[in-house]
């Protein structure tokens, strides 16, 4: 990527950012004065149009406008304002801000609009936590699978007998859509353009706790499959929220951690599967088919073990969710008795970045999925890093996640060290 193209990078995240925080604060702002309720758990959007952030991302040349015309509008409001202050140099701060109004390019409202719903600009309250990511994995199963296939492809039983085809979960679909829009469809259904129905909406059976589980499990299973068949996370997976104990200590939330690197250790297997050699005395559960066998503490970053049993041992710092094993197994395409000796590293944003494999004898670059199509030696830098787990640390701090919102793809920050 050259330079001038990560500018734009940038300054499309700017206006993403704005657009949508304009929106929200708008709307906040309405809602305080009472002059919209609530939906589904929070202030509703009353309008039937919203400004599509989105369609930012397919025409640049429609960003360059849209930001002049901000630019335009800004510089517009300060003049009136300035007029209102300055009495005498009113008329003509006033007759500018008018003129510059008139002049600046407007893009035309059809490509910047698009249809909302009540719920456009939901947020959901889940976080992405394993519990509900388990608990939405389940309902999908039960509920979804039949037109959405088990694995998520939109090829299940019953998809031949519709009138559409549901769409594939793969193409980042649920990351390029507003999440707010995604939960009025599944609670509401969808139409075709004659009125009649494609997807059923499921108001009556999913309270809206359970219909924000189901997209979590949803995103799980789509990260989950592109692990599986492409070694890859395209569209950025945050980690899932899990409580962890440290040395036997009261649980904490994962996302205490922000800001440091960890590492989730698979220790361990399912009860019924293999047997869980015990060690008496040692700090860790030995499983027999462990791998990465010589993992250490490492001060680089910060072990979290996971189990599928959650049994809390006395030192090191474990994973204490029930629901933790299922939902990085999820994440990982991997069945959850198989999930033992795989290893998942988090960055420092709370974002998952690289899977190690069951059985991989040590870490290299190779295991950060997650990752822009940056090429290697423009972010890596030419001093040799001592080990596989300092390349990969290197390669994945040169390149962080930037933004995720509304399918704005990963692409690495503008500013990095040199
Ligand atoms: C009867 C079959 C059927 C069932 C059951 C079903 N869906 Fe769908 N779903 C569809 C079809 C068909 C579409 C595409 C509709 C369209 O594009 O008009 C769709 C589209 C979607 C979309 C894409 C929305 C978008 O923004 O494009 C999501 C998300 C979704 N379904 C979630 C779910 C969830 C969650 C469940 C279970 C709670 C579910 N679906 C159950 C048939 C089904």
Redesign the pocket.
């Known amino acids: 990527m050259r330079r001038g193209e990560v500018d734009s990078t940038t300054l499309l995240n700017a206006l993403l950012t704005f657009t949508q925080a304009a929106q929200t604060a708008l709307l906040q702002a309405l809602h305080a004065l009472g002059l919209t309720g609530d939906v589904h758990g929070q202030p509703a959007w009353p309008f039937a149009w919203r400004v599509a952030a989105e369609t930012l991302l397919i025409d640049r040349g429609l960003t360059r406008h849209l930001a002049l015309f901000l630019a335009a509008a800004v510089l517009a409001l300060l003049l009136i304002a300035l007029g209102a202050l300055w009495r005498r140099a009113r008329w003509p701060l006033w007759l500018a801000a008018v003129v510059l109004l008139l002049i600046a390019p407007k893009p035309s409202p059809s490509i910047v609009l698009t249809d909302a719903v009540p719920t456009s600009f939901h947020r959901s309250p889940s976080h992405f936590d394993a519990t509900s990511i388990d608990r939405g994995l389940a309902?999908?199963a039960q509920?979804?699978a039949?037109?959405?296939g088990t694995d998520g492809r939109g090829e299940g039983l019953?998809?031949a007998s519709?009138a559409?085809?549901?769409?594939t979960l793969s193409a980042g679909?649920?990351w390029k859509?507003a999440e707010g829009?995604?939960l009025w469809?599944?609670l509401h259904g969808?139409n075709?353009r004659d009125g009649t129905q494609?997807?059923?909406g499921?108001a009556g059976r999913?309270s809206e706790a359970d219909a924000w589980a189901?997209?979590d499990g949803?995103k799980a299973l789509s990260a989950g499959e592109s692990a599986r068949l492409e070694a890859s996370w395209p569209w950025p997976v945050r980690a899932p929220g899990i409580d962890v104990r440290c040395d036997g200590g009261p649980p904490r939330a994962l996302s205490e951690w922000r800001g440091q690197r960890v590492r989730i250790v698979t220790e361990g297997v399912v009860a019924g599967v293999n047997v869980v050699r015990e060690v008496r005395g040692e700090a860790r559960v030995k499983a027999e088919n462990e791998s990465f066998s010589s993992w250490r503490e490492d001060p680089r970053v910060v072990t979290i073990v996971l189990r599928p049993n959650h049994a809390a041992s006395a030192s090191g710092c474990e994973a204490a969710s029930p629901a933790a094993w299922r939902a990085f197994a999820s994440v990982a395409g991997l069945e959850a008795q198989s999930l033992t000796g795989t290893q998942f590293i988090v960055d420092r944003d709370g974002w998952l970045r690289a899977l190690g494999t069951a059985g991989q004898a040590d870490w290299s670059e190779d295991n950060l999925i997650c990752r822009s199509d940056e090429s290697a030696s423009r972010l890596t830098s030419s001093k040799p890093e001592a080990d596989g787990l300092g390349a990969l640390i290197a390669r994945m701090d040169a390149d962080p996640v930037q933004a995720t919102q509304l399918g704005l793809p990963h692409s690495p920050a503008q500013t990095r060290s040199p």
Do not use: G, K, N
């Open positions: 309902l999908y509920h979804c039949s037109c959405h019953a998809a519709l559409v085809w549901p769409p679909l649920l859509r829009e995604l469809r599944v969808m075709a494609t997807m059923p499921f999913l189901v997209l949803m």
